[in-house]
């Protein structure tokens, strides 16, 4: 198994991850590299249906049988290994991402609801993207992050801010930055001078998903927990959205698009000018719009009132 880490996410967990299955080891492995010898054995673990990941999730929600949650995490042990080598680049080290990755997946098995209607794999990916996350973060480079309450909030919005002020058409100067983040000039310039560094690897793009990993955390308070809720509420708007969208007509569909479906929002005159009538109408429309699809939204997700646009 991979490794212990030397921070995480508790001692219970890690005591319960201690328990994740080591399969015997050959002779034939020996003259491996540690992750590989950890692939071949993960590969020796047994895939289920869907049949019968039903049937064992359902038995372990009733009976609480580890040997059952053995069976459900085991089968699972790859997934955990393919989002670990998408965060390969922020973090040398894979094999103790694979076993933060691993305490996500366990408490997947623990939480998953196998009435739901989703797949255990499609649940437990956001478990255990969250604790490779929280992993990632608290053992990033603290010449980096910085210590400090306002260094930390610093560095997760500061780039946000840059992008939010460019498009506002303002220059995103290090004054400007300081005044919308609430830190001083003098914070944002070192942290500026820190993010320019070669460590700055929470910035980069991930290919397989198009985020950088520092979008993707939710805050440096977020606990897993709450980053899984956050994911699945927002997988859920997503969905919603896009059944709303199919309801509207092809004027409706363009304002809806140009307003929330990209990331560069048109402004109601660009709109406007797209469609042929008046920047005034264009905004009545986009009211209107609004008021619908929170109607929509709260008849489906009530949960997500305060996420409404």
Not at 283 to 292: S, T
Request: a neutral charge; zero cysteines; proline letters at 4%.
């Amino acid at each position: 198994m991979a490794k212990a880490v030397k921070n995480g996410s508790g001692a219970k967990e890690r005591q319960e991850a201690s328990m994740v299955p080591v399969p015997q080891r050959t002779a034939a492995l020996t003259h491996l590299d540690p992750l590989q010898r950890y692939l071949s054995e993960v590969g020796q673990f047994g895939l289920l249906s869907p049949e019968e990941e039903h049937r064992l999730a359902v038995e372990f929600q009733r009976t609480q049988d580890p040997a059952l949650a053995y069976r459900l995490v085991t089968a699972n042990l790859r997934l955990v290994v393919k989002i670990a080598m998408e965060h390969r680049n922020y973090y040398q080290n894979v094999l103790d991402l694979i076993q933060e990755g691993n305490i996500g997946l366990m408490q997947a098995v623990k939480h998953f609801d196998p009435y739901r209607g989703v797949r255990l794999p499609s649940y437990a990916q956001w478990w255990i993207r969250a604790y490779i996350y929280k992993f990632i973060l608290e053992n990033f480079s603290l010449v980096k992050i910085g210590t400090t309450q306002a260094q930390r909030r610093l560095f997760f919005r500061l780039k946000k801010e840059q992008n939010r002020l460019l498009r506002e058409g303002y220059t995103p100067d290090s004054r400007l930055l300081a005044e919308r983040i609430d830190v001083s000039e003098k914070d944002v310039v070192e942290m500026q001078k820190r993010m320019a560094g070669p460590e700055s690897s929470l910035q980069a793009e991930n290919p397989n998903t198009g985020h950088t990993l520092e979008d993707t955390l939710a805050g440096p308070g977020s606990s897993p927990e709450t980053i899984v809720a956050d994911e699945d509420l927002r997988r859920r708007v997503r969905a919603v959205m896009d059944e709303f969208r199919s309801t509207l007509d092809e004027r409706e569909q363009l304002i809806w698009d140009a307003r929330f479906s990209q990331e560069d929002i048109q402004t109601f005159q660009e709109i406007g000018n797209n469609t042929g009538i008046t920047r005034q109408r264009v905004q009545q429309l986009d009211q209107r719009l609004r008021e619908r699809f929170r109607a929509f939204l709260l008849e489906r997700i009530p949960e997500a009132s305060g996420r409404l646009i």
